[in-house]
């Protein structure tokens, strides 16, 4: 039996499509692959930071747990154990070594600047305390008072001024703001620079004139008028 011959729009209609068809094809597959890689890409990345925020929280609790040991330590001013820590106990070195990118070790960084202060190792309380970020509070302004501390005790006095003046500026209150602006005025009369240490003392009288410092910071500035 003779087949039937195909007719002719059908025969037209399965032929293979034109390059202009395949070119349109191709494009389309193309955009919807960027598309599809572009949005698992952006889900990996949140799926990735919401795993890491639940394992920084988690290794957050776990060096709060572990620094109540080197915090009783510093207490009791036994402040080389608070910084090697004994066995089974954990200093504050190795606890900023292990979780100094969260936000308790970030604490036992202050805390491990202050021991090295305690114990006069200079060096090391610098660079450790200039590793520390420090928060828009009482604690910020009183790490870089200690900052200040360790710059003056190394005669580095302009330096110390200026964190002094940074402790008076990160969290202002008529408490802690009036004596460290007079620490930095005299930071800086050591240094040498007379001109800003009398506007130190003119700030704490025009910001804080009913602070205790007030006075203080008069008697210091009729001295520098007089002084050749």
Same mark, same amino acid.
């Given at each position: 039996?003779? +087949?039937?011959?195909?007719?002719?729009?059908?025969?037209?209609?399965?032929?293979?499509?034109?390059?202009?068809?395949?070119?349109?094809?191709?494009?389309?597959?193309?955009?919807?692959? *960027?598309?599809?890689?572009?949005?698992?890409?952006?889900?990996?990345?949140?799926?990735? *930071?919401?795993?890491?925020?639940?394992?920084?929280?988690?290794?957050? &609790?776990?060096?709060?747990?572990?620094? =109540?040991?080197?915090?009783?330590?510093?207490?009791?001013?036994?402040?080389?154990?608070?910084?090697?820590?004994?066995?089974?106990?954990?200093?504050? +070195?190795?606890?900023?070594? &292990?979780?100094?990118?969260?936000?308790?070790?970030?604490?036992?960084?202050?805390?491990?600047?202050?021991?090295?202060?305690?114990?006069?190792?200079?060096?090391?309380?610098?660079?450790?305390?200039?590793?520390?970020?420090?928060?828009?509070?009482?604690?910020?302004?009183?790490?870089?008072?200690?900052?200040?501390?360790?710059?003056?005790?190394?005669? +580095?006095?302009?330096?110390?001024?200026?964190?002094? +003046?940074k402790a008076a500026s990160i969290h202002r209150n008529?408490?802690?703001?009036?004596?460290?602006?007079?620490?930095?005025?005299?930071?800086?009369?050591?240094?040498?620079?007379?001109?800003?240490?009398?506007?130190?003392?003119? =700030?704490?009288?025009?910001?804080?004139?009913?602070?205790?410092?007030?006075?203080?910071?008069?008697?210091?500035?009729? =001295?520098?008028?007089?002084?050749?």
């Amino acid at each position: 039996m003779a +087949e039937e011959p195909i007719p002719r729009s059908e025969a037209k209609s399965a032929s293979p499509p034109s390059e202009g068809v395949w070119a349109t094809l191709w494009k389309r597959l193309q955009e919807r692959r *960027w598309t599809s890689i572009l949005t698992i890409g952006l889900v990996v990345i949140v799926v990735g *930071w919401v795993a890491f925020r639940e394992y920084r929280n988690a290794k957050n &609790e776990e060096c709060i747990e572990l620094m =109540r040991f080197a915090e009783a330590y510093f207490r009791q001013d036994s402040f080389e154990k608070a910084i090697k820590g004994t066995i089974g106990a954990p200093g504050f +070195e190795q606890l900023v070594e &292990e979780y100094g990118w969260t936000p308790a070790g970030n604490l036992c960084r202050l805390y491990l600047g202050l021991c090295y202060l305690k114990t006069r190792q200079v060096g090391p309380a610098i660079e450790v305390l200039s590793a520390y970020e420090p928060p828009d509070s009482y604690l910020g302004g009183a790490a870089y008072a200690a900052l200040a501390g360790a710059y003056a005790e190394n005669k +580095e006095f302009e330096k110390a001024a200026r964190y002094y +003046e940074k402790a008076a500026s990160i969290h202002r209150n008529s408490q802690t703001s009036p004596p460290y602006l007079i620490q930095g005025a005299l930071a800086y009369e050591l240094a040498k620079k007379p001109q800003k240490a009398e506007k130190l003392y003119k =700030r704490l009288l025009e910001e804080y004139p009913l602070s205790n410092e007030a006075n203080t910071a008069q008697k210091h500035l009729e =001295r520098l008028r007089f002084t050749p």
